[in-house]
Every structure is written in structure tokens, then in C-alpha cells.
């Protein structure tokens, strides 16, 4: 692209790498460089505009910084794409939520297993502490992108074969439909951030540097007993969270 490889104007007072952020924004903008368009490696970058490389990751982190460049581990930089909107509401629905926005949603278990209910997941689950519960991690994608990790906890008295029909189909709406939970409804959610951790990051696709969005909610049935606790890391880049009711 020419406007990337044109030579860059030297001593008029204006750093290099703000002057590499603002060919790179206007590329962006103008629709030269398409949402989910892969960037140029900083080598080749580097190379091409005759700046070294610290220069490149300088304007780099300033568009990621802004929103309008994402960082995957491992595979490199490119343009972002439009952010999620995610409704948090009584009803809180992946799929219907991904779908609504025109998106394909899927998701896949990392990790399925028994263990003793401790600490915030006994007392929100209305558990004695030991009793067992089954866990489910659970990576949510729209358009074959990670926008979400969730934690998934279940009373294991009462969902035992919530393992394996996860293992067949991730829907938790489905799984717990077909424990004889048909409708559930959130009843609270909290809100946090942090950063992420190396497993987190790379996960979700995202750099290290970047936040995620925490939410910590309790799931009923519709007698108010609580079916399920989780914590879901988002993808802050990607992902906007709208409190529905506020």
C-alpha cells in the first residue's frame, strides 16, 4: 500500500511513530484497510518506512490503545473489528445476543470438571462448603472470533449429567434444559476489570496490556433456587457490556 510505504518526512518536528499512527489511522478510516485486515509485520514495516522497529510498536500501541488495531498472540496485529454489544439483563442469552447483532454464534468446553464448592461459589450457589459442583469453562466465539471465557459452576446433586451433554452440545441453555431447567433467569450480575492472565490472553486473542471485563453472575430457576454461578471474562476490545434497565 502506498500510502505505508511512502517515505516518511524527516525534522518537520512531528515524531515518526505518530506520523506512522496517523498513515495507518487514515488507511483505516478511508476503508483502505478492511475490519479484520492483517497488518504488516513490524519487520516488514520497519523496513518499508526505514524506522526501526521500536518505532513501528510505538504507533502500534497507540492504535491499539484507541480501539482501532487489535493484538493476537502469536499471530499478529490487525485492523478491529466492530465492537459486541452485550445486553446484561434478566435474560441473558449467547446465542440470541450474537444472532440478534447478525453474527454466527459457537462455542467450545476447555474444561469440564467435579469439585468441591468454596468460598463465593458455595455461598452464591446456597451450598454447604465440600459439596460438590461440576465446573465448565466455557469459550464463546461471534464470527469465529473470542469474545468471551466463561466459568460455568452447577450444584452437582442436581445436574449430574450436565458433563457429558456439554461435552456433546457447549449450549448451557441446552444442557440445562435438558436437566429439567427449560427457563432460568439472572438474578444479579457484578462488574470488574483486571488484566489478564497469559492462559486468559491468549485464549481470547488479545494482548496481555489490554483489560478484560469481568462479570459475576447468579442464574435462577424460576423458583429462585440458584443453578448456576459464573464468572465470565470478556474481551474488552471487542466487547461492550450494556446493563439493560439501568
Do not use: C
Not at 502500534?60 to 488495531?69: A, S
Not at 476489570?193 to 481470547?204: C, F, G, K, Y
Amino acid at each position: 500500500m502506498t500510502m505505508l510505504t511512502t517515505p516518511l518526512p524527516r525534522g518537520d518536528g512531528l515524531a515518526l511513530w505518530r506520523q506512522i499512527a496517523s498513515r495507518l489511522e487514515a488507511a483505516i478510516t478511508s476503508g483502505q484497510l478492511v475490519a479484520g485486515a492483517r497488518l504488516p509485520t513490524e519487520t516488514d514495516l520497519a523496513e518499508a518506512l526505514a524506522v526501526n522497529r521500536h518505532t513501528i510498536r510505538r504507533a502500534m500501541e497507540e492504535l491499539t490503545g484507541r480501539g482501532l488495531v487489535r493484538v493476537e498472540q502469536g499471530r499478529g496485529s490487525f485492523v478491529a473489528e466492530e465492537v459486541v454489544e452485550y445486553p446484561l439483563g434478566s435474560r441473558t442469552r449467547f446465542s440470541e445476543i450474537i444472532r440478534a447483532q447478525s453474527r454466527e454464534p459457537s462455542g467450545r468446553i476447555i474444561r469440564i470438571a467435579e469439585i468441591p464448592a468454596e468460598g463465593r461459589v458455595a455461598e452464591l450457589l446456597k451450598l454447604r462448603r465440600g459439596r460438590a459442583v461440576v465446573v465448565a469453562e466455557r469459550l464463546g466465539f461471534a464470527n469465529g472470533r473470542a469474545i468471551l471465557l466463561g466459568m460455568h459452576h452447577f450444584p452437582a446433586h442436581r445436574f449430574a449429567r450436565i458433563a457429558a451433554l456439554l461435552a456433546d452440545n457447549p449450549s448451557i441453555s441446552a444442557a440445562l434444559a435438558a436437566s429439567g431447567v427449560p427457563d432460568y433467569r439472572r438474578q444479579i450480575t457484578r462488574i470488574t476489570a483486571r488484566m489478564p492472565s497469559p492462559e486468559e490472553a491468549e485464549l481470547l486473542g488479545q494482548a496481555r496490556t489490554r483489560p478484560l471485563l469481568l462479570a459475576e453472575a447468579v442464574n435462577t430457576d424460576p423458583e429462585g433456587v440458584p443453578v448456576d454461578v459464573t464468572f465470565t471474562r470478556y474481551a474488552a476490545g471487542r466487547t461492550q457490556l450494556v446493563v439493560e434497565g439501568a
